[in-house]
């Protein structure tokens, strides 16, 4: 059984930082590319990041490049996101997403186990 378990939400002031990591048992993790989304109240879940099987390949959302850092240790089954520079806007519920494939697509439907969520708050 695949287990996707996000940690290290919070609130934190404008201008802060925070760092997501997503834990990954219960599959092989180093083949496959892993994400993060998010979803504030009243939208829909959006792409923020995606990294490849192995480390070589990254992709962000346009609102969040040059100010989020997505990462993995493949030796601790573990992909993280560091967030600087937060804004208001960036407050939502993110979420950890294993991907098909070794890399590809960021679109919601390519990926095929999501954790529960860590909710991150950005005060103004």
């Known amino acids: 059984q695949v287990q996707v378990v996000e940690s290290g939400g919070g609130l934190v002031q404008t201008g802060g930082s925070l760092r997501l990591s997503c834990a990954v048992s219960?599959?092989?993790?180093?083949?496959?590319?892993m994400g993060w989304f998010r979803q504030a109240p009243g939208k829909e879940r959006e792409f923020v990041a995606l990294?490849?099987?192995?480390?070589?390949?990254?992709l962000y959302a346009d609102s969040v490049k040059g100010r989020f850092t997505i990462s993995r240790d493949n030796a601790k089954n573990t992909v993280y996101l560091q967030m600087n520079s937060l804004k208001p806007e960036d407050t939502a519920v993110y979420y950890c997403?294993?991907?098909?494939?070794?890399?590809?697509?960021?679109?919601?439907?390519?990926?095929?186990?999501w954790g529960q969520g860590t909710q991150i708050t950005v005060s103004s």
């Open positions: 990294i490849s099987w192995d480390d070589n390949r990254t």
């Open positions: 997403a294993t991907h098909s494939a070794r890399w590809g697509s960021p679109a919601p439907v390519e990926f095929d186990y």
């Open positions: 219960g599959r092989t993790f180093s083949n496959y590319a």
